[in-house]
């Protein structure tokens, strides 16, 4: 049973108390969850009107600021500019709106903002696909904060769904929910995975695993620092689609705490979409491994994503993953998403 307890972490000037989460069934150490003192969605996410104008205020402002004058093609007037970045005047021209308006708007104001206007608002701080879609969401929140209907997370797959994963038995293929929980995997996908199964806690979380076990995160991500960096955004990016998600909240509260990086990517307000690519990771059995993942949202699941990775034929990796499907088909107790593997 969780015990309050009083505790401060600062983000900037934003003070932050929490409660003390004790020792749990799985035998875990308790954790600080960070609270925000003040209306700030820094570490929560977007509950409360004034947090969700804090979020609105807090990624607008940001976005502002990463663009030039130079960029943006207006004159910089000298280079005693206080401002880091555009002016809110200037991302106000150039997206053909008054002063005023787009003050209200980065103040938490978009809600009535017409499509037209969000699309020029955007043009003119340059968003990206996934920024554009964060950005749209947030004014959908604003302008039906109070009666928005908020849809539930998955926690589990079909059994139609199980059946796809596991006719992939060349190709590790694997389920998540929107908070990056690992729903459903087929045994290939165990087995490659297994440096992130190896804890008891579940839902088997890949962000989590990446921040509060950064040893190993780092020993089996490649490019860790990249995987890290794309796990905060895409993380935020739910949290603007899905804000009254409460084990999202908890989750983001409790990486803020343990985690100074993870505190400092979340603060960069980066929103990402995660579709295609590849990861490299190194395996603890057959080495590294270059893979080539998709990422495909399931329509008859909405907030639900399927993954499958793959390697060129012919090449080390392959052969690597051959390897892997053997040494999976002769362990007799893999860690799967529902359990981590019996002790001795």
Known sequence: MARIAAGLLLRGTHPVHGVWRGRGSDGRSGYWQCLPASPTAAYRGVVSKAELNAEI??????????ITPEQAGLPAYGGNRRVKGLRREEVAMLAGVSVDYYV???RGGL??????????????????EAERDHLFAL????????????????????????????AMADAPAWVRNG?????AMNQLARALYSPVLA????????????YLNSEAAREFFVDY?????????MLRLEAGKNPGDKALIELVGELSTRSELFRRRWAQHDVKFHRSGQKRLRHPVVGQLDLDFESMELPSAPGLTMNVYTAATGTPSADGLKLLASWAASQEHLPTEAAAAPTA
């Open 179 to 183: 908070r990056h929980d690992i729903v």
């Open 139 to 166: 004014a959908r929140e604003s302008g039906a904060h109070s009666a928005q209907r908020k849809r539930a997370t998955p926690t589990a797959v079909r059994p139609a769904v199980q059946q796809v994963l596991d």
């Open 225 to 233: 620092d990249r995987i890290a960096n794309d796990a905060a955004a």
């Open 104 to 106: 209200r708007m980065e």
């Open 199 to 210: 804890a008891p806690r579940r839902p088997a979380n890949t962000t989590r695993f990446v």
């Open 111 to 128: 809600a009535g903002a017409s499509e037209s206007v969000l699309n020029a608002l955007a043009e003119a701080l340059r968003l990206d």
């Open 57 to 66: 205020r807090d990624f607008l402002s940001t976005r502002r600021a990463r």
